[in-house]
């Protein structure tokens, strides 16, 4: 009996033993070492309320020989935290027991959601991501500007119609439509900022929108509503400025970037015999398909517009239009240069339904920049069915197209105009540049100063920017 005591006993230890060997094995799978980080601290560039970041990640790196449990990872705010966190494929805001092998790592991904703020400058909201190691806390922080805005939002049923003024204390933030109805009014005043999101307009149907900016920091400025350093040189953010039989508008020093289509004027009301649109100290660039499309037979005036970086044409007619440009560049540098003239005019227009023909009773160019990077940038496709009145007249012009005989060019060449960086979106222009002093004098044809204020010399320079 002792003896099978014994050796109950014996194995008992053994047991034991084995289990405590096993404990100590099991333990010392894990280092006793800390994390690293890609970085300390995760920065969003400014983000509007009720409007959602991009997606933001850091690393979380094992350089250990050993695996390391992370015993807890917590976002400090919680629940409640503007910050939103996605640790290796699982969303929460506390984790537990996350192991890394040796040499490996983990992604962190972050977003973040402001509610209104209730101010009118940017406030900075913070968090933190604490993760503890062996007993040890490490930290990674969270920092976004965020900001208060006038919010415009249609959806069926609910139409956001604008008249009056649009104050200029914080941002308009366009989602899906705004609109200016018939017979009504919208003013939009120097240093007002509009951002619109994905697929956004600003729709004038048949109405009246006045954008009066200022030289400087006053213009008034158009872009997406992705403010993060990514989306800076985005195309095709959001649509742009559309105009449906508007009455008679204007749009003076603005900045429209990052478009669809920058400003899309359809048709007019022929109740009115002025201009459907006056456009002034403008530059629209980097649309992903057109500029400024004119179709179907609007009146438009413009002077001092800089149209550039295009993914199809700076300016495209179709249908007819009646219009006048003064001192205005229409460039083809851009993601359609080469392919695409920057130029496009056509008085008809087909779909499925058949052909539809109008006049252009006057398309004049005074003074004006069509130029790009390669081939012709200069397009006209007509049909000219009996009475149809087409009249074309470029005075002044720097063109790049290769023949230049016909009566309608008056005083043009295609001399290469040597901007600065035009790749660079700098259309300064040098010395020697067959736009230097070689503008038409006649003030029908010139504007007393260029887009940025500056006085015109005499003669003038060709385009929207007067040199040095």
């Not at 959601?113 to 806390?137: A, C, H, M, W, Y």
């Not at 800076?232 to 559309?242: L, M, T």
């Not at 002077?303 to 560049?329: K, P």
Request: glycine letters at 10%; aromatic letters at 12%.
């Amino acid at each position: 009996m002792m003896k099978l005591l014994n050796l109950f006993f014996g194995i008992a230890i053994l047991a034991a033993l084995s289990l405590s060997n096993s404990s100590c094995k099991k333990k010392n799978l894990f280092g006793d070492g800390n994390l690293a980080f890609s970085r300390d601290t995760v920065v969003f560039d400014t983000v509007f309320t009720t409007i959602g970041s991009t997606t933001k990640y850091f690393k979380i790196y094992n350089f250990q020989n050993k695996a390391l449990k992370i015993s807890n990872v917590q976002l400090m705010g919680g629940s409640a935290s503007k910050f939103k966190l996605n640790l290796d494929g699982v969303q929460g805001t506390t984790f537990t027991d996350v192991e890394i092998p040796s040499g490996d790592s983990l992604f962190c991904f972050v977003e973040v959601k402001l509610s209104v703020n209730g101010q009118n400058l940017p406030v900075i909201v913070e968090d933190s991501v604490r993760f503890t190691t062996n007993g040890e806390d490490q930290y990674v922080n969270l920092v976004v500007w965020g900001q208060d805005m006038y919010y415009h939002y249609s959806a069926p049923g609910n139409l956001d119609i604008n008249e009056g003024t649009w104050p200029n204390d914080k941002p308009h933030v366009i989602f899906n439509r705004a609109y200016i109805d018939s017979a009504t009014t919208l003013n939009i005043v120097a240093g007002t900022k509009v951002y619109l999101h994905k697929g956004a307009m600003l729709f004038n149907y048949k109405g009246t929108l006045n954008i009066d900016g200022d030289y400087g920091n006053g213009k008034v400025i158009f872009q997406g509503d992705r403010l993060e350093a990514s989306y800076k040189d985005v195309p095709g953010q959001y649509y742009g400025i559309y105009m449906h039989q508007a009455r008679p508008s204007m749009i003076d020093n603005a900045v429209i970037k990052n478009s669809i289509a920058g400003i899309h004027v359809d048709s007019r009301d022929q109740a009115f015999s002025q201009n459907t649109l006056t456009i002034s100290n403008t530059e629209i660039f980097n649309a992903a398909s057109y500029g400024l499309f004119l179709f179907d037979g609007p009146k438009v005036y413009g002077e001092n517009v800089l149209v550039h970086s295009t993914g199809v044409h700076s300016l495209l007619v179709l249908q007819g239009a009646d219009f006048t440009f003064n001192q205005c560049d229409f460039l083809g540098y851009g993601t359609g240069e080469g392919t695409t003239p920057a130029v496009g005019i056509s008085n008809y227009y087909s779909n499925s339904q058949g052909t539809f023909v109008a006049q252009i009773p006057n398309a004049n160019f005074n003074n004006c920049v069509i130029y790009g990077s390669s081939g012709e940038h200069l397009a006209i496709d007509t049909i000219q069915p009996g009475g149809l009145v087409l009249n074309f007249k470029f005075r002044n012009s720097v063109i790049q197209k290769n023949d230049l005989s016909n009566p309608m060019f008056i005083f043009c060449n295609n001399s290469n105009p040597n901007f600065v960086n035009p790749n660079g979106n700098d259309f300064n222009f040098l010395s020697s540049s067959s736009i230097n002093n070689t503008g038409n004098t006649n003030p029908a044809y010139t504007t007393a100063q260029d887009i940025n204020g500056v006085f015109r010399g005499s003669p003038p320079d060709i385009g929207a920017i007067e040199g040095p």
